[in-house]
């Protein structure tokens, strides 16, 4: 399991592959009936693309922020999640920079968070009352709860994310006292 987590973490053609298998799956499961499977083929592949390209221009910015190549960013990132702290003096100067971009991101994130969140919410709510209008609750009540859990699971990722870049940050600083 830990040889595929690395796989999908360093590999953009494994997380391609990976991304193609769920839109496939969504597609799939939310098309009409009368529908040729070569059209969800077709419309996966769209939906892979866009969120591929989205990743990649996201890694170059990152990249160019931090001052490193995209390809070794899974690496550092990966030595966030497990707090390791880089010995190489050159490497975690970029770790610096790379924890110090990903806090910036998420400040500025968090501040359209409570927006993202309360129309989340308001959808929610919005799914019920159009249940209880039409008299067919499954689907609305099911809809409701899988925004609401998305909207917990948001939550938790953020916060866990900023744990990790915040331990991160303060183990670079006791890490370049000792040294100094």
């Known amino acids: 399991m830990s040889a595929l987590k690395r796989r999908l973490d360093s590999s953009l053609t494994a997380q391609a592959v990976l991304a193609f298998l769920m839109a496939l799956a969504i597609t799939a ?45 899974a690496d550092l990132n990966r030595k966030i999640r497990h707090r390791e702290v880089p010995s190489d003096p050159e490497e975690r100067a970029v770790m610096r920079r790379l924890v110090a971009e990903h806090l910036r991101r998420m400040e500025r994130g968090g501040r359209w968070l409570p927006y993202t969140l309360g129309l989340m919410g ?20 099911f809809s409701a709860v899988l925004l609401i859990g998305i909207c917990c699971w948001t939550l938790w990722m953020r916060r866990r994310s900023l744990d990790r870049c915040r331990h991160m940050q303060a183990a670079l600083r006791e890490q370049d006292e000792r040294v100094s």
């Open 29 to 73: 499961l939310f098309s009409r009936p009368d529908e040729h499977p070569a059209s969800w083929l077709l419309r996966s592949a769209l939906y892979t693309a866009v969120g591929i390209a989205f990743m990649v221009v996201q890694r170059r910015r990152i990249g160019r922020a931090t001052g490193t190549d995209p390809r070794r960013l």
């Open 122 to 141: 308001l959808l929610a709510v919005a799914l019920l009352v159009l249940g209880a209008v039409t008299g067919s609750l499954s689907l609305p009540v």
